[in-house]
């Protein structure tokens, strides 16, 4: 089934551009023709790239202890986790999809789901991920690669 997966990060903030490295290594293991593979460079961008009749995974780093777990989330889960989305502008992931499914004309994604990797606090000008951020990109894109082929 075509899917469409988005990952949200910022490069330049450390272990907060651990998305944009699952992204990376999808890209690179290769994915099927009709997985569409998308940066956002923040959280408001999801909410037009949420209006599709695609399943939609997002990947993005969360606050969370220890550093390195991947955790796989509904967007419903994110209340109840004690796990936050990391958003350097504002507005969250939850808040993203919540407004999507308000403002989207044709519908939002019929399944969404979140692959998140915890992480301390992002850290400014830095381009590198911790090694512990670093080791857990692999694991997340296998689960973002179960979540596609379950899709």
Same mark, same amino acid.
């Given at each position: 089934m075509p899917a469409r997966v988005i990952?949200? #990060?910022?490069?330049?903030? %450390?272990?907060? #551009?651990? %998305?944009?490295?699952?992204? &990376?290594?999808? $890209?690179?293991?290769?994915?099927?023709?009709? +997985?569409e593979l998308v940066r956002? &460079?923040? &959280?408001?961008?999801?909410?037009?790239?949420? *209006?599709?009749? $695609?399943?939609?995974?997002?990947?993005?780093?969360v606050l969370g202890s220890p550093a390195g777990r991947v955790v796989d989330l509904a967007p419903g889960d994110l209340a109840v986790t004690g796990l936050t989305p990391v958003s350097t502008h504002g507005i969250g992931v939850a808040q993203a999809? *919540?407004?999507?499914?308000? +403002?989207?004309?044709?519908?939002?994604?019929?399944?969404?789901?979140?692959?998140?990797?915890?992480?301390e606090r992002p850290m400014r000008y830095v381009q590198a991920l911790s090694p512990a951020v670093a080791a857990a990109v692999e694991p997340a894109a296998a689960r973002v690669r179960a979540l596609l082929a379950a899709a």
């Open positions: 990952a949200i #990060g910022q490069s330049a903030a %450390g272990d907060d #551009g651990v %998305g944009y490295a699952v992204l &990376d290594r999808l $890209r690179a293991d290769g994915v099927p023709p009709d +997985v956002a &460079d923040e &959280d408001t961008a999801l909410v037009a790239l949420l *209006e599709t009749p $695609r399943p939609v995974v997002i990947v993005d780093a999809i *919540e407004l999507a499914r308000v +403002v989207a004309c044709e519908g939002i994604a019929p399944s969404i789901r979140i692959v998140g990797v915890t992480i």
